[in-house]
């Protein structure tokens, strides 16, 4: 039987997993991981926007500028290399590729931005996330759908083109680009951003309950970890 809790299907040949929990773990990296949606992402962008737009230094953009400029930059390099006759991985080539397509069409910011969103929704939901591996090849396949040509695309019948899903890519391209996106610490900024977030939320609830008591009067209720 497939590894996976519920699933009744016969294993594969030389596979602890059904043919379909396989190729989930192919292409997620886990095969109880579900792929991430960019209308699931879009809030969490906004509200990491709004944060650096309210609350972030002078000096952020250019951080987070220069972060995103050393992965491009290695990324540049690595294929120059390879022009000057270094012998290659084929996928860490593709990884490299798909870096510099994303640094010619988007910004540093907007990069910062999604990856910052991914750290914010993986503290956020830890449960949407199967495993840590779920996690990273989600962020990478997040950034990969920014590289021209990496995103399928399907005709519907009246002749309008819909952008589906990433194109399927080797795990090992999955994992280069993920070592790119640690580079930059992005995801970690993300997942400080929403500490900070809470952290205004809980006092925000404090003083709440303080005006509640207020109200209320001394001795109307006992608030928890206060044994009266
Ligand atoms: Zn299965």
Redesign the pocket.
């Known amino acids: 039987m497939?590894?996976?809790d519920g699933?009744y299907?016969a294993?594969t040949k030389f596979s602890h997993?059904?043919?379909?929990?396989?190729n989930v773990d192919r292409v997620h990296g886990d095969?109880r991981q579900r792929g991430v949606t960019k209308a699931e992402l879009k809030p969490y962008q906004n509200v990491i926007r709004d944060y650096l737009a309210r609350r972030s230094g002078p000096r952020a953009e250019a951080v987070i500028g220069r972060d995103w400029g050393c992965v491009s930059r290695r990324a540049e390099e690595f294929l120059e290399a390879a022009n000057r006759g270094r012998p290659q991985n084929v996928h860490e080539r593709r990884a490299a590729q798909i870096i510099v397509s994303v640094s010619k069409e988007y910004n540093a910011m907007e990069i910062a931005i999604l990856c910052m969103a991914l750290g914010y929704f993986y503290a956020d939901q830890p449960r949407r996330w199967a495993s840590d591996r779920g996690f990273q090849y989600q962020a990478a396949r997040m950034l990969r759908r920014l590289a021209q040509g990496e995103t399928d695309f399907k005709w519907r019948p009246d002749g309008t083109m819909v952008r589906s899903s990433a194109k399927r890519c080797a795990p090992s391209v999955t994992r280069a680009l993920w070592s790119s996106i640690e580079a930059t610490n992005f995801v970690g900024y993300g997942i400080q951003i929403r500490r900070e977030i809470e952290k205004g939320r809980e006092l925000k609830r404090k003083d709440h309950i303080a005006d509640l008591r207020e109200i209320l009067g001394p001795g109307a209720f006992a608030v928890k970890g206060e044994a009266a």
């Open positions: 497939c590894r996976v699933c299907r294993p997993l059904c043919e379909y929990h396989r095969p």
